[in-house]
């Protein structure tokens, strides 16, 4: 008979259980999409070669997946309450007909049982749908010929969805039960009054709001300016805790006063009283009011979803789009000296002799020596000159870490540039310039080349030929983000700090070329300080490994955080709706026209999800700005890879926070119809 009744009760309050249903089969297909990864065709072919970067990978995810476990299972705990909320008065008449709180706990563990059940079909087939396209993906990747896709479905990650979420579905029988057991009939059956906020002082609010727009500009003025995140981390990394800090208190002060100030300016205008405008007003002022710290942190979770989803995309596509230019040739080999000298012969004897030879192995190929200045040969602080209090910050960190810097000729410059397809250069014997791998450090040179800085170099009096440096890709070159470029008559006196020898394989089998290629290095490295390498079968494997692990877990995490993210948003709204069903059983006994209901309700919704979102977008644009700074080194993110990933993300945020705010609108529709 429960069984029955439970099934029934399904059928009649489908509606109800709306934003439940849709959250639990979006957490089941999701994890049963990214657990199924290691079963997808696609891997199975890469692990030939790419074992570790697969079991890294499986590893990270499964760790991962606990995680995500824990956010939904809290989730979906949070949806059960607001429905055992909606229905507390029809379980109170049930009561009241004579079954007793067990009974009732039964019917609700059967009716949770059932969707539970329907969600984790529904999920695992879509997941099962969207794992072929994670397929798809993995293709694209890992360049898998796809005559040898197919479909699969991975019972592993079936079994380990059904293991998660049967664990969460036993918690939460196991709340909603306690949940019963402690309500009594009259609280069922009483009707919650409205409480009333307190009103805020419009003056306290707007002088809250100013201080946090205020200390919010100051975090992002942190994050956005090298100059600034340069002294502040300069003694301790932890330090980026205090912007980061600054940033959520900030939100909180806006989300405190934002309502108040809305109110304030619109009940000025002649559109306040209007229709419903005054009621809606009042209305999202109520809800706002009640859920400032819930706000806030969505706010902040939808911003960390905006930069985990943007940052790993971003890094996908710029890696891969920028691979054939960072990667000109097949190996760039660096050997620094134990001690400088002029004798490179002897430097490359290890290969260049019977067993190996790199003139014969190599099908073109140059050899660059490298020119480390002294103390005496530039110094930064006179470098940059009356500019110095500009860049103090930076010009001091560099000076306090003893950063050197380093300079290459004229000649073996344009040797290199003809062997990766670059612009040479040409220099009178009084002249130099500067070159740059990174934009790390453009602001600083380009300030010091505009003031016409002369170098002196054994009695050669040079100045810069440019007045700002040239933006260059060389591979092996990560701690070189700003190279000098000499003529060669003013370093004849000079010693050679590190030679670099770079350039193609003449074998067609580039796997076997290097493998004798690094037997033969190990007879240099026995006699050197350090050496090297930057080849590019090594950087491809690499970025397959950044890709893969960056795109598939910040995908994972980002989407969850979305997900959890609307979730919440729909859930407080539905909530806010229910506790307000009075009033808007009073505007409809007064004649009001359902349009305007409907039309103030989609207000209300769109107010409470779009203002975090807007406030997220802003912190984002700082927080890229960061990641920007942060990756600027490796040359990870690019302009044209940004606009790319953030196209894709606002996709996913279409999809998944655009149904979120669809199927809420039509639920608290549903809701203020029933009577």
């Not at 998660?164 to 919650?192: A, D, H, P």
């Not at 220099?427 to 002369?454: P, V």
């Not at 359902?594 to 409470?608: A, E, G, H, T």
Request: charged letters at 15%; one cysteine or more.
């Amino acid at each position: 008979m429960i069984s029955k009744l439970a099934f029934r009760n399904i059928k009649k309050s489908i509606k109800d259980y709306g934003i439940y249903f849709f959250t639990v089969t979006l957490g089941i297909a999701l994890f049963y999409v990214f657990n199924a990864v290691e079963s997808q065709s696609a891997m199975m072919y890469i692990t030939k070669s790419n074992k570790a970067i697969i079991e890294l990978l499986v590893q990270v995810i499964s760790g991962v997946s606990l995680f995500v476990s824990g956010v939904l299972g809290a989730l979906i705990i949070y949806a059960n309450q607001l429905l055992i909320k909606r229905r507390k008065k029809e379980f109170g008449i049930y009561q009241i007909l004579g079954m007793g709180k067990g009974q009732v706990s039964c019917l609700l563990f059967f009716e949770t049982l059932l969707v539970g059940l329907i969600s984790l079909g529904v999920g695992l087939l879509l997941g099962a749908l969207l794992s072929q396209l994670m397929g798809i993906v993995l293709v694209n990747l890992f360049e898998v010929n796809l005559t040898k896709f197919k479909f699969i479905f991975s019972i592993s990650a079936m079994w380990k969805s059904i293991f998660y979420f049967g664990i969460m579905y036993v918690v939460v029988m196991v709340f909603n039960m306690i949940i019963m057991s402690r309500m009594r009939i009259i609280e069922m059956l009483r009707k919650k009054e409205n409480t009333k906020l307190p009103v805020k002082n419009p003056i306290i609010a707007l002088l809250v709001f100013a201080a946090g727009v205020g200390i919010l500009a100051r975090a992002y003025y942190y994050v956005v300016d090298f100059n600034q995140l340069a002294v502040l981390l300069r003694d301790d990394m932890a330090m980026i805790l205090i912007p980061i800090g600054m940033g959520i208190v900030s939100t909180f002060m806006i989300f405190y006063s934002l309502t108040t100030i809305a109110v304030l300016i619109f009940s000025h205008t002649k559109s306040y009283y209007k229709k419903l405008n005054a009621f809606t007003f009042k209305q999202i002022s109520s809800q706002i009011g009640t859920m400032v710290t819930a706000i806030s942190s969505i706010c902040i979770m939808l911003f960390l979803t905006i930069c985990i989803i943007s940052t790993a995309l971003t890094i996908r596509e710029s890696v891969n789009s920028g691979f054939a230019e960072r990667n000109p040739v097949d190996i760039s080999y660096g050997i620094v000296l134990n001690k400088p000298t002029n004798d490179i012969d002897k430097v490359l004897a290890g290969i260049k002799g019977k067993n190996y030879d790199y003139t014969k192995e190599f099908s073109r190929y140059c050899v660059v020596k490298t020119y480390e200045f002294t103390k005496q040969d530039f110094n930064l602080k006179t470098f940059v000159g009356k500019r110095y209090p500009e860049f103090k910050n930076m010009v001091d960190t560099s000076m306090k870490y003893g950063a050197k810097w380093h300079a290459i000729s004229l000649s073996d410059y344009n040797k290199l540039a003809s062997l990766y397809h670059i612009k040479k250069y040409q220099l009178k014997d009084d002249q130099y310039m500067m070159i740059r791998t990174s934009d790390l450090q453009k602001e600083l040179f380009d300030a010091g080349l505009s003031e016409g800085f002369t170098l002196n170099i054994d009695g050669h009096r040079l100045t810069p030929k440019y007045t700002e440096t040239k933006s260059v890709s060389l591979m092996n070159a990560d701690n070189e983000a700003m190279l000098t470029i000499l003529p060669d008559s003013a370093l004849t006196k000079r010693k050679t700090y590190q030679v670099t020898l770079t350039g193609d394989y003449k074998e067609n089998n580039k796997k076997h070329a290097e493998r004798l290629f690094m037997a033969a290095i190990r007879n240099i490295e026995k006699n050197i300080d350090y050496s090297t390498y930057t080849s590019k079968l090594q950087n491809k494997n690499d970025n397959v490994g950044t890709t893969v692990l960056v795109t598939f877990v910040g995908l994972y995490l980002g989407i969850i955080f979305l997900l959890a993210s609307a979730a919440i948003l729909a859930l407080k709204s539905l909530s806010h709706t229910i506790d307000s069903q009075e009033r808007y059983q009073i505007l409809k006994k007064i004649g009001t026209d359902p349009k305007d209901i409907s039309r103030s309700l989609f207000v209300q919704n769109l107010f409470l999800f779009v203002t975090p979102l807007l406030l997220a977008i802003i912190h984002s644009v700082a927080g890229m700005k960061f990641v920007t700074i942060l990756f600027g080194t490796t040359n990870f993110i690019n302009t044209s890879s940004l606009i790319h990933g953030t196209v894709i993300m606002v996709l996913i945020y279409s999809v998944f926070y655009g149904g979120y705010f669809i199927i809420t609108h039509m639920m608290n529709m549903n809701i203020i119809k029933t009577r």
